[in-house]
């Protein structure tokens, strides 16, 4: 049997009365969950496992919930002769706390007779664009975390301005310029073509060890990548790449349908269409998650649903925690000349997150009457 759109409004409704807030809510929140797993980029490149009160710790820094997560002690091996001895050394293993924070979306409100009166099922759709909403919020808050992991990395280097009038080949610590990029005479964020090349100078970062001008060990290397995050539109530069790049049978293919392959030069490609979010000329390669961080949900995602008099509201949130333990498990390629690092340069915001209330913009322009064709009523 097929469900209406009016049906589906109307039953929402009849069960709010007759079953409670409760059990509505219940029965909204398996959707809501099945959703959480197919929408973020961020648990797609550091699993999101789900906590319960029994696995975390009360802080002594603030009056909320932390996850201890230990992280592997250094070791290593000496050669002895038959009568010598290894030379002794204390375990002191290192450990790091994540907190926890919420995520909601819009506490949301509509009259029972406005609601009966709609031709789609509203309450569905707001239930699955709550959770968009939310995991957007997230992903973007894991970018944040991210940067600031590699901005890290970079000032151990003593280099915290990254832009192509200061680059130097000493300056990488854990980012680098595209090739096109550099070939740039001003400090801009017009965004160039990712070269074959640049993939293969960020997986090699990852791997190297890399000094300081003094001689210092920054980097200790000996890392793996494995996948690579970046834009949708960074990546339909794949399909730019030439004969020489692919060969013939991935040159004929690619002419046809473009490069539809989930991984390039080893690396499996994360792709995602939030450009508000991951703004395009940015791209990051992880290492496996066992090297770089952990990703908590706490609980289930929660779904809040009431109905005064014949007004109904209805909200949902979920309580987050992420926390990378081992900074230099990520590097970055800018594909673009200016630097939003230390003293970043002018239009900086374009390769940045947007700000958060800025999020979730429409594309349509319905609410300003651009809706073609139109009538007119005289």
């Not at 589906?8 to 797993?37: H, Q």
């Not at 375990?91 to 994540?98: H, M, Q, T, W």
């Not at 990548?225 to 990546?235: K, N, Q």
């Not at 002419?255 to 990051?284: F, H, M, P, S």
């Amino acid at each position: 049997m097929d469900y209406s759109a009016e049906m589906v409004n109307s039953g929402f409704i009849e069960r709010l009365e007759t079953e409670g807030s409760t059990k509505t809510a219940a029965a909204s929140l398996n959707y809501i969950k099945d959703r959480l797993r197919e929408s973020s980029f961020a648990d797609m490149i550091v699993p999101n496992e789900r906590v319960v009160r029994g696995d975390l710790q009360r802080s002594t820094q603030h009056d909320t919930l932390v996850k201890i997560v230990d992280i592997e002690p250094g070791s290593r091996a000496m050669a002895v002769n038959f009568r010598g001895q290894p030379t002794a050394e204390y375990v002191s293993g290192k450990r790091y706390a994540i907190g926890f924070f919420t995520i909601s979306s819009l506490k949301f409100e509509i009259v029972e007779q406005e609601l009966m009166a709609y031709e789609m099922p509203v309450t569905r759709i707001i239930e699955e664009n709550s959770l968009k909403d939310m995991v957007e919020v997230k992903d973007r808050e894991f970018l944040n975390h991210v940067e600031s992991c590699i901005d890290a990395m970079q000032s151990e280097g003593g280099i915290t301005t990254f832009n192509t009038s200061t680059w130097t080949a000493g300056s990488q610590f854990s980012k680098i310029k595209g090739s096109l990029a550099l070939q740039q005479t001003t400090d801009n964020f017009n965004v160039q073509a990712i070269q074959r090349t640049d993939i293969v100078e960020l997986k090699k970062l990852l791997k190297r060890q890399v000094l300081d001008s003094s001689g210092n060990v920054v980097r200790q290397g000996r890392l793996r990548p494995a996948l690579m995050l970046m834009t949708e539109s960074d990546a339909d530069d794949f399909d730019q790449w030439t004969h020489e790049d692919y060969g013939d049978r991935l040159q004929s293919e690619t002419a046809l349908d473009g490069y539809t392959y989930n991984k390039v030069l080893g690396l499996r490609i994360v792709r995602t269409i939030k450009n508000d979010i991951l703004r395009e000329g940015n791209v990051y390669v992880f290492t496996a998650p066992e090297f770089f961080g952990r990703n908590y949900t706490l609980n289930d995602v929660k779904f809040y649903i009431d109905k005064i008099a014949n007004r109904i509201f209805w909200q949902a949130w979920m309580d987050v925690g992420m926390g990378f333990g081992n900074i230099a498990s990520v590097v970055k390629l800018e594909l673009y000349s200016g630097s939003v690092s230390g003293t970043p340069d002018s239009g900086f915001a374009a390769a940045m997150p947007t700000d958060e209330e800025n999020l979730g913009g429409q594309n349509n322009k319905a609410a300003d009457g651009l809706t073609y064709p139109s009538l007119n009523i005289f």
